[in-house]
């Protein structure tokens, strides 16, 4: 039996008994946080990348006994997956739902519709009378390649944009240029149609804080969510990215929980898609940070995970060792951030407590489907 199918077969025995261990003493005894959300009817998961799954094994065995979902971190964007109009590359993506597949854990899609990561063809080839049939090729492509193995799909990311003054705060991109704001209900009718199981997901950044633009931008969130529904657009969720940073202001969990209540009320559910906590303002001091790191994401964590419709939580990587944030937000002093629940060495932070703590102390939200 290879190692990866003993595993696969652990991972039900552990699956049917969240507090036994499946592994050797050599590997970590205590339940991930996984186990932890389980028990509330949630999960937790994490973005893994290419290089990871391709050279990390170490890491990879954490986010094996941690998780209950990956995401790519890069693998189904464009630039990835479709580098010229007229090739298609899957191979990255493949490789991830290999590998979930050998663990059994659920893989959501991450993204249709961004406007990054996009290949160089891409802008130039819209136009008014292109973009319909090249966003549907694409979709159809993409999303029914992995019809009835991907659980969620991030329909379209970061769409909302209030300083281009385009009507319901939409972001001018080019896709927006190409097609106005019907770009977003063609994503979504041609996800629904190559996949009608995946859940359809609309993804967000910068709703975090009771800061005046994030507390416009809940509210713009909220009128785009309730337009497309009542214009029947299937949109199904709203993704929360939740790329927290310590050293902002602190949560306001009241008016949090209220923007998230205010999700659910439109009939919508919730997912905590790329959390992370930053602290390239914090002082050098590791105990200190991570003290901070963890009080601030249990705060965030506190006030969102109660509600209901919230179905779970990932953050945008596992480790310390990798993340987006040292080179997008690098520390002044050099230091590497501890933005996830492991440090560099794979141990478990007082974000992972935090995480698991968050988890533990809210009230069951009923089975979990997926
Ligand atoms: O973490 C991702 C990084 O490796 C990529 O270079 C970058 C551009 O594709 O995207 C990062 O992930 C982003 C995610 O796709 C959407 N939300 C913000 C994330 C951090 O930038």
């Known amino acids: 039996m290879t190692d990866i199918s003993r595993r696969a077969l652990l991972a039900g025995a552990a699956a049917a008994l969240p507090f036994a261990s499946a592994f050797g003493a050599e590997e970590p005894k205590a339940p991930g946080l996984n186990a932890h959300a389980k028990l509330k009817g949630m999960f937790y998961g994490a973005a893994v990348s290419g290089d990871a799954l391709a050279n990390d ?15 790519s971190e890069n693998a189904f964007k464009w630039s990835d997956i479709h580098p010229e109009a007229e090739k298609y590359d899957f191979s990255g993506a493949d490789a991830l739902m290999k590998w979930a597949g050998a663990h059994r854990i659920p893989v959501r899609g991450h993204t249709l519709v961004w406007h990054e990561a996009n290949p ?17 090729d694409h979709i159809k492509t993409v999303v029914g390649r992995y019809a009835g193995k991907l659980v969620h799909w991030d329909v379209v990311n970061e769409v909302i944009h209030e300083e281009d003054h385009k009507p319901l705060a939409l972001r001018d991109t080019p896709w927006f240029r190409a097609l106005g704001p019907a770009y977003i209900d063609i994503a979504f009718n041609a996800t629904a149609a190559a996949d009608p199981n995946a859940l359809r997901v609309i993804n967000e950044f910068g709703v975090d804080y009771g800061i005046d633009w994030q507390m416009r931008k809940r509210d713009q969130l909220l009128a785009l969510c309730a337009d497309l529904l009542h214009r029947k657009v299937p949109v199904q969720a709203v993704g929360l990215q939740a790329h927290l940073d310590a050293g902002e202001i602190a949560i306001d969990q009241k008016g949090l ?3 998230v209540a205010d999700i659910a009320s439109l009939g919508l559910k919730i997912i905590v898609t790329e959390f992370d906590v930053r602290d390239q303002s914090l002082p050098a001091s590791v105990a200190a940070r991570d003290t901070a ?12 995970l109660p509600n ?12 310390d060792r990798a993340s987006w944030l040292n080179t997008k937000f690098p520390r002044p002093d050099g230091l590497s951030q501890r933005p996830l629940p492991l440090d560099a060495e794979l141990n478990r932070k007082k974000l992972w ?18």
Not at 128 to 135: P, Q, S, V
Not at 353 to 358: I, P
């Open 120 to 136: 160089a063809w891409l802008e130039p080839a819209l136009s008014k009378t292109t973009a319909e049939k090249i966003l549907r």
């Open 308 to 319: 209901p419709a919230v179905l779970g939580v990932l953050s945008w990587g596992l480790s």
């Open 293 to 304: 790191i963890a009080a601030h994401g249990r705060a965030w964590l506190d006030a969102v």
């Open 257 to 259: 929980a209220r923007f």
């Open 353 to 370: 407590s935090a995480m698991a703590a968050s988890f533990d102390t809210v009230p069951p939200h009923g089975p979990q489907k997926s």
């Open 57 to 71: 094994a170490a890491l990879m065995e954490h986010v094996f006994a941690e998780s209950g979902m990956v995401v």
